[in-house]
Nanobody, 115 residues
């Protein structure tokens, strides 16, 4: 059983920054493609950032240039650095680990951007 713990959410003013973390209890973290998703109540969950095991990244147009996904395989942890935050970035953020054998979601962490 792989446990995933997300952290780093909170309340921030527009223009501010936050870094989300997602730690997994696995010693084979490197085999997972990783991504961050967000969801607003009443709306579909959307993927905002993705990183392949090769290091290749993809971003949603709405966050390109402001968000950065990264990983530390030795720590089995992934990150989402969010800069220049906007009120529209307010959502619950979820990490996702995807391998051929297993697909894992984090529990979610709330990000609220408001003055």
């Amino acid at each position: 059983q792989v446990e995933i713990v997300e952290s780093g959410g909170g309340l921030v003013e527009p223009g501010g920054s936050l870094r989300l973390s997602c730690a997994a209890s696995t010693n084979i973290f490197s085999i997972y493609d990783i991504s961050w998703h967000r969801q607003v109540p009443g709306q579909q969950r959307e993927r905002v950032a993705y990183m392949h095991t090769s290091g290749r990244t993809e971003y949603a147009g709405s966050v390109e240039g402001r968000f950065t996904i990264s990983r530390d395989n030795a720590k089995a942890t992934m990150y989402l650095q969010m800069n220049s935050l906007l009120p529209n970035d307010t959502a619950a953020y979820f990490c996702y680990l995807d391998s051929i054998h297993r697909k894992l979601w984090g529990q979610g962490t709330q990000v609220t951007v408001s003055s």
